[in-house]
């Protein structure tokens, strides 16, 4: 095969939790899909919840299409043969046994057209090994999703020894076709990125508590409020199920990852205390596969060592990186998208300071002696050459000099010619209260007054940009205060539109409502790839209000406009480049450095010439052209008057690059 584009036809074996999923990710991307499975009942009821979940998706306004057309594309069938003959790409998901999957492969390779590429969902078997069964090692691959696939954006893709390379870059684009993250595991190493860095991290919270050095609170407490993770450690084995913790650290330990298993886990599988599905586990449920948040306290955690927590998990990323498996933004990318960390695990590295990192993995060394604990020689020779991290400029990751402000609502970083504004309530995806608007108009009116500052870029700390006004002010708010606020809310906008220095908004996730709406008020909007965007509104029985109804309008066009605000639908943000509602989308990982790239380009112009153009442009486009035109001309005009236009012409006669100072 030569090409992604080749790829019509998609078989999955195996209609289980993982391979249902899979063809619904695969027939909402527009492929013809058909599913294999042994029995009648399990496709039937793999059917009905591939129905569901598109129906759910549907209504939350994340795909488009009705359900029924998505439907018409999946087609269940008994027969092996007929699923997989003409087939250009398959995917298995039958049960993690490696005779099964084995004999899988060699009836696929029997059974298919000689082009196509057989991919395996397996989550702890060699790759290579499944290949074997095959006499095409080179289009066998792994293709990991992640449980549900259709919500989960990250996809691992592994190459087995044989795996070409043009395999492997046809499977990351047919990911990337699926609308999903992918990347590149180089070598087939058991756990791959995310399960290998998630096991270390579970075995050492667990052994935390079975040495009696904290509680299973105290742990989670730690977990959630001092590293930021989305749940507790025990808190994710209790919704993830302690049998498939177990199961899978096992899997992994016995194709020779190190990792001392922890008693904890392997007591509660045998007790059958799985968690959340047999309602007891670490923590108690009211009955089985009832989930209720357990209560953890953020003090709990205080006395807890943090850094002890996540230190091994850094020093597997750093032996992933050093092997080559993965690259640094792959490795940080699986574990933002596959475990929800707010920031990659190299990044926490770089945060921690890699000395610190090295001196708690020697001290837990030298306590047992296990070799686990033992600082990878990457991380080691990062501190013998000062790379430590964050303070020194310089680590995994490379920094700028920065000075940070961290205000109640936000953090500003000062990094001339460029500030950064992040909001930042990350646990509420950055919803927005008159309290955050407040503080966001106080820094901009700052920075304006900042001549070192030549560019605003506004960002969200998270997984999101900002998913909208907060909601919870609006109970029981009167309809005059909702008119004030939103009168408020506007006037934000309205000094972000007119600001006198360019404001790029870089959207890091979630926009929605008024996070859309803040969004629209800046100069560019630079999206990441998982970017969802909206004006959701409506489905609370109210509209936007914070000029979204004027301004999207203007930006994408009326009739665009009026089916974001009427349906309340949320788009990715690759369709909202096509229709103008961004103006640029990058992977997530490449984001902040293009939204740096141009912002220093725009702080090399001269800044009241910038200031001159963009009045121009908007009063222009507010008034008429007869106004608009006469605003230009003043303006230009006015541009004569200034110094930087003397530097810039005499630095053209001069043939050297100007230097604009704003005078
Ligand atoms: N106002 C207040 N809180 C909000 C919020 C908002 N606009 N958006 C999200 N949150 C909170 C959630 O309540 C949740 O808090 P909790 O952990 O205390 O329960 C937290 O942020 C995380 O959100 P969650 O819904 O768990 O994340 P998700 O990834 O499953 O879903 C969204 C993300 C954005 C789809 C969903 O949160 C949503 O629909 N938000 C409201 C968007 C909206 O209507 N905005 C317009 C307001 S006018």
Not at 210 to 217: F, L
Not at 434 to 451: A, C, H, P, S, Y
Request: charged fraction near 30%.
């Amino acid at each position: 095969m030569s090409s992604v584009d080749v790829i019509k036809k998609i078989a999955v074996i195996g209609a289980g939790t993982m391979g249902h999923g899979i063809a619904e990710v695969a027939a909402m991307a527009g492929y013809e899909v058909w599913v294999y499975d042994i029995a009648e009942d399990i496709l039937k009821n793999a059917m009905e919840k591939i129905k569901w979940s598109v129906g759910k998706l549907a209504s939350k306004g994340t795909i488009r299409e009705d359900v029924d057309t998505v439907m018409s594309r999946i087609h269940p069938s008994l027969n092996f043969d007929e699923v997989v003959s003409g087939a250009d790409f398959v995917i298995e998901a039958v049960p993690e046994k490696i005779d099964l999957k084995k004999k899988v492969f060699a009836d696929l390779d029997e059974k298919t057209p000689p082009h196509t590429i057989l991919a395996t969902n397996t989550s702890s078997l060699p790759i290579s090994e499944i290949a074997s069964a095959t006499k095409r090692p080179d289009k066998v691959i792994g293709m990991h999703f992640f449980n549900p696939p259709p919500l989960m954006p990250l996809v691992e893709i592994i190459k087995g020894d044989k795996t070409s390379d043009l395999t492997a870059r046809i499977t990351y684009e047919l990911a990337k076709k699926f609308g999903k993250q992918p990347v590149m595991v180089n070598k087939d190493v058991p756990g791959f990125i995310v399960n290998r860095i998630l096991m270390k991290f579970m075995s050492t919270a667990c052994w935390i508590v079975a040495n009696n050095k904290a509680s299973v609170i105290e742990v989670d407490s730690a977990v959630k409020y001092k590293l930021g993770f989305p749940m507790g450690a025990f808190e994710l084995a209790d919704y993830t199920g302690i049998d498939v913790i177990y199961l899978v650290g096992k899997a992994i330990m016995e194709k020779g990852a190190v990792i001392h298993p922890c008693p904890l886990f392997e007591e509660k599988y045998n007790a059958g205390e799985y968690g959340v599905k047999s309602g007891k586990g670490f923590y108690q449920y009211p009955s089985p596969g009832k989930y209720v948040k357990p209560s953890i306290p953020k003090e709990a955690g205080e006395k807890v060592d943090e850094l002890e927590l996540i230190a091994p998990a850094i020093n597997e990323a750093a032996w992933l990186l050093r092997e080559g498996i993965g690259s640094r933004d792959d490795i940080d990318k699986a574990t933002e998208l596959g475990l929800g960390y707010p920031k990659g695990i190299l990044k926490y590295a770089d945060e921690y300071d890699i000395d610190k990192v090295v001196e708690t993995l020697e001290r837990m060394y030298k306590e047992t002696g296990w070799e686990e604990y033992k600082p990878d020689p990457l991380l080691k020779k990062m501190v013998e050459e000062g790379k430590l991290g964050r303070k020194s400029g310089e680590g995994f990751y490379q920094y700028p000099k920065v000075e940070e402000r961290v205000l109640k609502n936000l953090i500003v970083r000062y990094e001339p010619p460029i500030a950064w504004i992040v909001l930042n309530r990350p646990a509420k995806l950055n919803a927005l209260t008159i309290d955050l608007l407040k503080e966001l108009g106080n820094t901009l009116d700052e920075l304006e007054e900042d001549d070192k500052i030549r560019v605003v870029v506004l960002t969200g700390a998270g997984k999101a940009f900002s998913a909208g006004a907060d909601v919870t002010a609006f109970v029981g708010i009167t309809p005059f205060k909702a008119a004030i606020f939103s009168r408020r809310f506007q006037e934000v906008t309205n000094k972000i539109e007119y600001y006198t220095k360019p404001v790029i908004v870089m959207i890091n996730g979630y926009a929605l409502g008024g996070g859309m709406e803040l969004a629209m008020s800046g100069d560019f909007r630079f999206a990441s790839e998982i970017a969802m965007l909206g004006q959701p509104e409506i489905n609370l029985g109210i509209i936007p209000g914070a000029a979204g109804t004027q301004r999207m309008p203007r930006l994408i066009g009326r009739s665009k406009a009026k089916e974001l605000i009427y349906t309340g639908d949320m788009i990715p943000a690759d369709e909202a480049l096509k229709i103008g509602l961004v103006d640029r989308v990058y992977p997530p990982e490449k984001l902040e450095d293009e939204v740096r790239k141009f912002a220093l380009k725009l702080a090399e112009k001269p800044p009241l010439a910038l200031l001159a153009a963009k009045y121009a442009i908007q009063f222009g486009i507010e008034g008429d052209i007869w106004r608009g035109e006469a605003v230009e001309s003043a303006l230009f005009g006015l541009t004569f008057s200034t110094e930087d236009f003397i530097e810039g012409v005499t630095a053209f006669m001069e043939k050297r690059k100007p230097k604009f100072k704003g005078k």
